[in-house]
């Protein structure tokens, strides 16, 4: 049976109100007293609340002028070949076991090869749930993991990829989130990728991947009870007044087109973290009409190019799609919507690091949302160095 955080709580139906955000983001509206009152915290101490998950994050910008003697990352800006002989991703190339990758041409998705979650196996017994005492408690997880090549060329990455073949990758994501969704075992579908080798990435190959589980995890879980009880209270998706406010006030929007808004949200821990909202309230990749996955494939382009061009390096980053649990319940209050978490902080060689007191205690930045999102929206939407040929 799959779960879902929500069973004791029924929500009641209500139709979907249209967004009213145009492609500007120029909502028309009396905000000059909250504008003046948000500039105020510029020079404070403060925490903001995280309307997603309920957690607070706590903000000092005053840290931003202290001297850095800490850990410099090398940066090796190495120019890879379109195709890698020894690249396990690259068409034509054996992966593990001798299983061989087809000559693809388009993104090319197959099982993962060490795959964190497996299907229940009829000739291997799976536990239940193990509870001694309620002190020591665990429960079987089964499910599959994906691996998603963004392209056949090994030199490229989203940025470098035209628009058309960015739209063919969200296309993979929502045949893949649809299918693996209908499963009556999986109750949720992530679709992440982590980009260089700062965020773990053990391949430069384009990919991403997508596993999909029993169980809604985590902070899936925690989104779901929070977006829930808005909508019960106001019969809107919480993101939909969050977008409409953010882009009246203007102040954290970094780039937009009619189907996406990207934004570096009021509550952001990582230095330049972003939020993209669907314009409209859908609550899966599926639900999106052929223009708006066009705006999508557009925005990620326009995005990871902005990031790019910030320190003139790849920027590492682990990003990924949140959408409505396939728990086989309804969930009119979700809204689509990514998350991009890049850890560099200064330059290309000064990363924030989560240690100390964002271990022990709540999560801290230095550099305000404002500030990161006014120098994101500063860069252009042409890649530096070039698309290769």
């Not at 990207?262 to 669907?278: D, G, H, Q, Y």
């Not at 990871?304 to 649990?325: E, K, M």
Request: some cysteine.
């Amino acid at each position: 049976m799959r779960e879902s955080p929500m069973r004791e709580s029924p929500m009641r139906e209500s139709p979907m109100r249209e967004s009213p955000i145009p492609e500007s983001c120029d909502v028309q509206s009396d905000t000059t007293h909250t504008a003046n009152a948000l500039r105020g915290l510029a020079e404070h101490s403060h925490r903001r609340l995280n309307l997603l998950t309920g957690e607070w994050v706590l903000v000092s910008p005053h840290r931003t002028q202290r001297p850095w003697q800490g850990s410099i990352e090398r940066v090796d800006i190495v120019t890879r070949p379109a195709y890698d002989p020894q690249c396990y991703l690259c068409p034509g190339n054996a992966r593990a076991g001798g299983v061989r990758n087809p000559t693809y041409r388009g993104p090319f998705v197959f099982d993962n090869d060490f795959a964190a979650l497996r299907s229940p196996s009829s000739e291997e017994p799976t536990p239940g749930e193990v509870c001694v005492d309620d002190l020591l408690i665990a429960q079987r997880e089964s499910g599959r993991c994906r691996v998603v090549c963004f392209s056949p060329r090994h030199d490229l990455s989203l940025p470098d990829m035209e628009p058309s073949a960015i739209r063919s990758v969200v296309e993979i994501w929502t045949d893949e989130s649809e299918r693996l969704g209908h499963d009556p075992e999986i109750g949720y579908v992530q679709i992440f990728e982590n980009r260089g080798e700062m965020m773990g990435c053990s391949n430069p190959h384009p990919h991403g991947q997508i596993w999909a589980q029993r169980s809604v995890p985590v902070v899936v879980a925690q989104e779901t009870v929070r977006l829930h009880d808005h909508y019960l209270r106001h019969g809107r998706t919480l993101l939909t007044d969050y977008l409409q406010l953010e882009c009246a006030l203007g102040d954290r929007v970094v780039c937009a087109n009619d189907g996406f808004v990207a934004l570096v949200p009021f509550w952001a821990m990582w230095p330049f973290e972003l939020l993209i909202v669907s314009v409209r309230p859908v609550a899966r990749l599926s639900a999106l009409a052929d223009a708006e996955r066009t705006h999508l494939a557009d925005l990620l382009r326009r995005v990871t190019t902005r990031y790019d061009n910030l320190f003139a390096t790849p920027f590492p980053y682990s990003a990924g799609v949140h959408q409505a649990p396939t728990d086989g319940l309804p969930h009119p209050e979700w809204h689509l919507h990514l998350h991009f978490y890049p850890p560099l902080l200064r330059s290309a060689t000064v990363r924030k690091f989560v240690v100390g007191y964002e271990l022990l205690a709540e999560s801290q930045r230095d550099l305000t949302p404002e500030a990161a999102a006014q120098r994101l929206r500063a860069q252009s939407d042409v890649l530096y160095r070039g698309v290769p040929s």
